[in-house]
């Protein structure tokens, strides 16, 4: 899929209009794991040209998605506004060259031509009334009218590639009119800004979403008007949400940036994307390393991915059970302050040991951690008259008194539990529900003998001497 001649350089151009979504993120992905699969260069582009709807706001977000997930430009971000001396320059050398001319028919009148090739049945399209042919008399310029530039497109053949997903597409010349490369004011074009940047950034593969298919024999035409070199196109397809409609706001989340509100690791992030029209086998789970290590778009699919909460829970679950205790409570004392909570109340490192097994998301662990680290007031009247009966009672002052001499550990607590069973001649649930409400206002708890343990021999004994 590549050549040993020219170094990989691939490249994730986003236009800041909004946050980076996930089919975004995906790119990106692609694009950095083929890249450094190869040993080559990513490179990170702003597209910035549309003034009206990009913002500096929305370009931030993107740099914060990409350094959550961990996709880190070679070099970059570039931004297309700070190269509009570059593009005039080329625009005028095209002119120049005769690839490309001014045009100087109105809005009006294009839509006119577009409605006349309608009528007939015909593909609508700018008819290329100032466009120069040899012999060809063209139309006195209008008085005070500003030009646009368009690019000269080939009238005959074909324009096709190989696409690193698709396969061979081929586009036939004649359904391709002649390109708006720059505005009456001089700005260039989404295409031509595309082009010349993959020119000069010497962008050896393109991967990037199926939308793009149709622009793609458009920038291929120009590169070749220009001598350039064309890149390798690869085009994923889109990913649906679960009901198999486009992905969009209505399926919840798209930000990447709100699944870390949402408390998903960026490992599971970037595991779960990759496995959206990409796979290795039947691996579900697979490191950041395994996935430049495997990776090859061969193996990208050519049908459209679809959006699997669910699925994504079970990835990021796995990665948390995985993750280091440390690590994962360092992550989860800013979400325990948002609760209210008190992140150094406990061994908060040991809180995340015990509870990681339960949880799918960091906010997950965070409610957990409240057991721990948050206002205790005791069990409800409801649960207390429920589950604290005089059995249960007799059972936990019997309890409390051998606890305050108890070397304070899991393993004494739980010989202290049997004990307590044995002497009461009662049933664990018996004794285990009863402590879970007194100490902890619930009765479902990770581990009894753990939860105790964490909560220390004061605490415990504290809330036992209240009911």
Known sequence: MTSSKQPVRTRFAPSPTGFLHLGGARTALFSWAYARHFGGTFILRVEDTDLERSTPEAVQAILDGMAWLGLTPDEGPFFQMQHMDRYREVVAGMVKAGTAYYCYSSPEEVDAMRELARSKGQKPR??????????????????????????????????????????????????????????????PTYNFCVVVDDWDMRITHVLRGDDHVNNTPRQITILRA???????????????????????????????????????????????????????????????????????????????????????????AHYIKHSDDAALARAVAPRILTRG???????????????????????????????????????????????LTQTARNALRDFAIQAAELTWTREAISALIKTILASHSLKMPQLAIPLRVAVAGTTQTPAIDAVLEILGRDVVLARLASI
């Open 126 to 187: 700018y008819d290329g009334t100032w466009r120069p042919e040899p012999g060809k008399i063209l139309p006195p310029i209008p008085q005070g009218r500003r030009p646009v530039v368009r690019f000269k497109s080939p009238q005959d053949g074909v324009t096709s590639w190989i696409d690193m997903v698709k396969g061979p597409i081929s586009f036939d010349n004649t359904e391709l009119d002649d390109l708006v490369i720059a505005r009456p004011d001089g700005t």
């Open 341 to 387: 909570g008190h992140p150094d109340r406990a061994d908060l490192v040991r809180v995340a040991g015990l509870l990681k097994d339960r949880a799918e998301t960091l906010e997950q662990l965070a409610d957990g951690a409240m057991l721990f680290c948050g206002d205790f007031s005791g069990p409800t009247a409801e649960l207390a008259e429920q589950h």
């Open 226 to 316: 220009l001598g350039a070199p064309v890149p390798e196109y690869g085009h994923v397809p889109m990913i649906l949400g679960p009901d198999g409609e486009k992905l969009s706001k209505r399926h919840g989340a798209v930000s990447v940036m709100e699944y870390d509100k949402e408390g998903y690791l960026p490992e599971g992030m970037i595991n779960y994307l990759a496995r959206l029209g990409w796979s290795h086998g039947d691996d579900e789970l697979f490191t950041r390393e395994q996935l430049v290590e495997w990776f090859d778009p061969q193996h990208l699919s050519k049908s459209a991915a679809q959006w699997d909460p669910k699925k994504l829970n079970w990835v990021n």
